[in-house]
C-alpha cells in the first residue's frame, strides 16, 4: 500500500520524505489556508520534495473553467495530480484531463456507484472519505471493501485512495482490504511507527549494553 501524507505543511513533508517511506502528498483548499502559502507556490516546493503525485485542487464547479485551472496546476510539474469533486463536471473533466495524459484525483467520493462512475472516466486514483463517512453515521470501511469488490470485479486500473483517515485503526483496516493509497495526516503516519514494546525493549537492551562497557567500531 502507498502512503501519501495529506497536508501542506513543508516542514512535515520533508520529514516524512526523508524517511524514504513517502509515496506522494494530497492537499485540498482547507489545508492550503492552513499552511497560510500562496497555493500555486506551495504546490511547487512540495514537487520539489517528492517524487510521487501531488494532488492540487480545482476550485471550479463548471467544467470549462475547471479545465483552465487544470492547465494552470499542471504546468508547475509532471507530478501533479488534479484534483476535481465528484460530479457531472467534475468527471466530464476527469476524463478529457486523463485522456490527455494527466493524473487525476477525485475526491469527495461517499458512495460505491461513485467510485464506478469516476473509474469509467478514467480517474487515476479515486478517493473516498473514510473519517468523514464514519461522522456521518456511516461504515466508511465498508465502502473500500464495496469499491475494491467492484474495481477488482471490473479489473478498472483506478487507484483505491483512502481518505480523511484519523487514526491507525483506518490504516490496518485498508490494508487487510487492499486498498491501493493511503492518505494519512503527517501524525497518523508518525503513530505508526510507536510501540511502547518497542521503546521498553530498545531501553533494556540499552541498559545492557551498557554494562558490557564495549562500543561499536
Ligand atoms: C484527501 O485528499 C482529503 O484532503 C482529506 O483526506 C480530507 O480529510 P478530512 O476529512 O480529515 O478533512
Redesign the pocket.
Known amino acids: 500500500m502507498k502512503f501519501f501524507v ?1 497536508t501542506a505543511d513543508i516542514k512535515d513533508i520533508t520529514e516524512l520524505a526523508a524517511t524514504g517511506l513517502l509515496d506522494g502528498v ?3 483548499p ?2 492550503i489556508h492552513k499552511s497560510g502559502r500562496k497555493f500555486l507556490e506551495v504546490v511547487e516546493e512540495i514537487c520539489g520534495i517528492v517524487d510521487g503525485p501531488v ?1 492540487a485542487e480545482v476550485v471550479a464547479l463548471d467544467h470549462e473553467t475547471m479545465m483552465k485551472e487544470a492547465a494552470i496546476l499542471r504546468k508547475i510539474a509532471d507530478n501533479v495530480a488534479i ?1 476535481v469533486p465528484l460530479t457531472i463536471d467534475g468527471l466530464k473533466t476527469c476524463k478529457a484531463l486523463t485522456s490527455d495524459g494527466c493524473m487525476v484525483n477525485v ?1 469527495l467520493c461517499f458512495s460505491a456507484n461513485q467510485a464506478l462512475l469516476a473509474a469509467k472516466a478514467g480517474a487515476t486514483f479515486i ?1 473516498p ?1 473514510v ?2 463517512h464514519d461522522d456521518n453515521g456511516q461504515d466508511g470501511m465498508q465502502l473500500i471493501e464495496d469499491i475494491r469488490l467492484i474495481y477488482d470485479n471490473y479489473n478498472f486500473s483506478t487507484e483505491v485512495l483512502v ?4 487514526h491507525p485503526i483506518h490504516v490496518l483496516q485498508s490494508a487487510k482490504i487492499g486498498a491501493d493509497v493511503a ?1 494519512m ?1 503527517p501524525a497518523v503516519i508518525k503513530s505508526l511507527f510507536n510501540h511502547v514494546l518497542t521503546e521498553k525493549g530498545i531501553a533494556g537492551f540499552l541498559a545492557d549494553w551498557e554494562k558490557t562497557g564495549q562500543t561499536i567500531g
Open positions: 495529506d494530497t492537499t485540498n482547507s489545508l494532488s484534483k475526491t478517493s472519505f473519517g468523514r481518505a480523511s483517515i484519523r492518505t495526516p
